[in-house]
């Protein structure tokens, strides 16, 4: 999709999101996760995600959980019932496109063609941004006091990532 094309899509499906159901408008940082989300999957052919105050809910009570009682250590992703990134920043300011961005840079190592990874690297993160059967976006970012770190999560559902099964 052409970039004018692409960015014409996204206001329209933002548009909708924000006032076709009657929910109040997104916040600055939910409406840039999402369209920073929305970009990377638009770039590979995937339709857009939606917004999730419930899975947007559980990623803020996850973060200050593991600012408040876990020293901003990552979380545990494994076991729930959502799919999650999570990304820790070092003593900066960093945007929710920052986020998605670094998460997104995955990308050069992913190989669609036979859906793997080069070796020594990690797709994991890439994939689930881009997994066509992820429908909703939740995600919250926490400051960390002791070193004025970052925690950002965000949790899809449908989850994704299944082995054997490509995202696009």
Not at 20 to 28: E, N, Q, R
Not at 45 to 66: D, I, K
Not at 92 to 115: A, G, I
Request: aromatic share 10%; hydrophobic share 40%.
């Amino acid at each position: 999709m052409a970039p004018a094309a692409f960015s014409v899509a996204l206001a329209v499906a933002l548009a909708i999101l924000i006032s076709g159901h009657g929910a109040a408008a997104l916040s600055a940082a939910a409406a840039e996760y999402l369209e920073a989300h929305n970009h990377a999957r638009a770039a590979v052919g995937v339709g857009p995600l939606t917004w999730s105050e419930s899975l947007a809910n559980g990623t803020s009570r996850l973060v200050r959980y593991q600012r408040d009682k876990m020293g901003c250590n990552f979380a545990n992703l494994t076991s729930g019932k959502y799919g999650g990134n999570q990304m820790w920043a070092s003593g900066q300011v960093v945007t929710p496109t920052m986020v998605v961005d670094t998460w997104v840079k995955e990308k050069e190592f992913y190989n669609h063609t036979d859906n793997t990874c080069v070796p020594n690297h990690q797709c994991g993160v890439y994939t689930q941004v881009v997994w066509r059967k992820s429908l909703e976006l939740g995600c919250a970012q926490a400051t960390c006091p002791k070193d004025q770190s970052s925690l950002s999560i965000c949790f899809y559902n449908p989850p994704g990532n299944y082995v054997g099964e490509s995202p696009y």
